[in-house]
C-alpha cells in the first residue's frame, strides 16, 4: 500500500519535478526521473532519482540539481540524493552527499 506524501515530500517533488533535463528540454516529473522522495526526520529529506540512461554523461550535473532544488525548500535543512540505475550511481551518490 502506498503511503502518501507529508507537506514537505510533497513540496519537495514538485520543485525538483520542475527542473529541466537539457537533453530532452522536458522535466523530470514528465519523464519520470524522479523515483521517491521521504523525509527521514523533521527537516531531513531523501530524494531517489533516476537518469534517463544508464550511462547519462551529467548524471552529476544532475544530481547536484537536485539537491539544490530541494534544498531550496521551506523546512528542508538536509538533503540526500541518491542516484539509481547508473553505471557510476555509488559514486555519483557518494559525491553529491560529503557534507559541506
Known amino acids: ?3 502518501n506524501l507529508t507537506e514537505l515530500e510533497d513540496k519537495v517533488r514538485e ?5 529541466i533535463d537539457p537533453e530532452t528540454g522536458m522535466t ?3 519523464m519520470q526521473l524522479i523515483a521517491s522522495v521521504k ?6 529529506v531523501k530524494v531517489e532519482f533516476i537518469p ?3 550511462f547519462c554523461p551529467i548524471a552529476f550535473k544532475l544530481a547536484m540539481d537536485v539537491k539544490n532544488a530541494a534544498k531550496k525548500v521551506v523546512g528542508v535543512k538536509k538533503v540526500q540524493v541518491h542516484c539509481r540505475g547508473h553505471m557510476m550511481e ?5 559525491m553529491v552527499n ?3
Open 98 to 100: 560529503k557534507e559541506e
Open 52 to 54: 534517463s540512461s544508464p
Open 28 to 30: 523530470f516529473a514528465e
Open 39 to 44: 523525509e527521514e526526520k523533521d527537516g531531513l
Open 1 to 3: 500500500m502506498k503511503r
Open 15 to 19: 520543485v525538483v519535478g520542475q527542473i
Open 90 to 94: 555509488q559514486q555519483i551518490s557518494e
